[in-house]
């Protein structure tokens, strides 16, 4: 019965969720039964209704008391008093125990954290000194190329060294391939044998590609201002043979000789001789034109 009271204060119409489309359509039985279930004025309809609100300000609240400072309440229903009263130094005995040990340590931590002001003479001196642009780590960006050159050499003398080399390999008598145990096994051994042999294209296009990813690991140690001209033709040599797709781990190895050869140039205290600063610039070009490196060079 109650239920039903409670549906109608809602739904004024509810006789008509359940087959009468309008109050109209009710006969006169059935307002004389609605008219028992619900009273009137008269019966004390409106009674119930101020009953109802008093019993809602009256209802028992799950949650805690207000907080003064922030006029929350908390979600737990847990006194002021006993966070005042937890103790901190034992452990806790029960669930409440330990929330209200967790508020009272939480408001005892400042929001904000004092810091005595130093003294104006402790403060460092601001001067309005220009200090230079210098990189304490790694090798320099870019190397400065002239354009008309770099142009000319990635489109026209690289490619027919290229082409020159491949028909200078074609026709002449050698092994086609080389195995691992033919070749030197270590970087001293390499260095050596590149010093007392000239550079040869039969040579170059007879080695696996594994073994010229490893000389040119090499190369990165052998690159320096001194390094002598027969081993800069060597290396250029093996940039000659290299195939104009590589996997990104091979051309990083290449980016990393090119940045190699860009400190080299950039050495103030010892210049290369003309010979390796040819091998030098060749060799970035290579790796910026052929490889698609272009941030390593600034043309001008």
Known sequence: MENARAIRKILPYDDAFIGQSDPSQLTNDDHNKDKEVTGNEEDGYYDDFEEDEV?????????????????????????????????????PVNV??????????????????????????????????????????????????????????V?????????????HSAAGKGPKSITHKDLPQSLV??????????PSSLFLHALPHSVLLTLF??????????????????????????????DGQEVS????????????????DHRPTIQVECFLKFTVSVVAGIYAQSDLIELV
């Open 155 to 167: 489109k026209a003398t690289f490619p027919a060294t290229r082409a020159r080399l491949l028909l």
């Open 253 to 268: 190895l290449l980016r990393r000789l090119a940045k190699k050869c860009i400190a080299v140039h950039m050495k103030q």
């Open 189 to 198: 051994d390499w260095r050596k044998h590149l010093l007392t042999h000239s």
């Open 217 to 246: 690991q090499y190369a990165c140690k052998w690159t320096t201002t001194n390094m002598p001209p027969q081993l800069c033709s060597w290396i250029y040599g093996m940039l000659v043979v290299l195939p104009d797709t590589l």
């Open 55 to 91: 019993n809602d300000s009256n209802k028992q609240y799950t949650s805690g008391p207000s907080d003064p400072h922030s006029g929350q309440r908390s979600a737990f229903p847990i006194g002021r008093l006993t966070i005042l009263q937890s103790d901190l130094s034992t452990p």
């Open 96 to 153: 409440a125990d330990y929330l209200a040990r967790v508020q009272k340590e939480a408001s005892e931590i400042p929001a904000v954290t004092r810091v005595a002001k130093s003294s104006s003479s402790n403060q460092p001196e601001v001067t309005n000194q220009s200090h230079s642009k210098t990189r304490g780590f790694g090798y320099e960006d870019t190397m400065k190329i002239d354009s008309k050159w770099y142009r000319q050499f």
